[in-house]
């Protein structure tokens, strides 16, 4: 395993973090059914397998199964005896917890009441990398970022990062916090794919000239490169993606790179994921 500093710090993580979207009973809920299929038993052996493998990043959210997935990875940590400085942790805030208008978004208020509800069920005293998991478009980005500078100072929290953010509103949050001597964000997660290139545009160029790290969410398209579905495609493709159509794909356009996959894939003796994978992997950024 490979290890990348993560953003511009002194924190190294694996060059693959252990997403944990799935980690929850399927069936839990109708939000989330479709998507969660781990309970505690299927969540400790793919962590063990992680661990294993060398992976030390793990990537959560209080949104996942509303606090399950934050629960069922915490549990496994301490049913694994994993050692704390052995893993780095990151979670994100934003999402809908509650009915209240209060319960979502990145206000100092629910950023404050979100950290201590994800360390209590991660059974962890700080958290490395806290992300901001969308777009708050009410609070101003001055209380997001002064909040997170005081999770920071307070220890609940190492770094912070954000997720699904355009480009200009993280040029504009970093000048913000360079100004303002706020703790500054040190990732970035965003989807891309070899089917969806959209960041290369602006995000990209963005993160090479500040120094932010890239942490990639659904490389294989949901599913949709993994080899199963499509023209040629071996069985029924059945599957998350046959049932739950996330990310929107360009299907024209991820065929014919499945296609080109496939090819690949049989001359090396790989699965088509394994190359769509490795293709992400490639790139410098």
Known sequence: MRYNQLGNTGMFVSELCL???TFGAAG?????GLIASLDQKGVNDIVGRSIAAGVNFFDTADVYSFGESERLLGQSLRDLGVKRSDVVIATKVHGTMGQGPNERGSSR???MDSVDASL???QLDHIDLYQLHGTDAVTPIDETLRALDDLVASGKVRYVGVSNWAAWRIAKALGIADRKGFARFETIQSYYSIAGRDLEREIVPLISEEKLGLMVWSPMAGGLLSGKYGPGAP??????RASFNFPPVNEDRAWAAVAVMREIAKKHDVSVATVALGYVLAKPS
């Open 28 to 32: 839990q809920n109708a939000q989330w």
């Open 120 to 122: 209590e069920r991660l």
């Open 19 to 21: 997403g944990t979207m």
């Open 235 to 240: 069985g029924n493709g059945e599957g998350r």
């Open 109 to 111: 208020g629910h950023i």
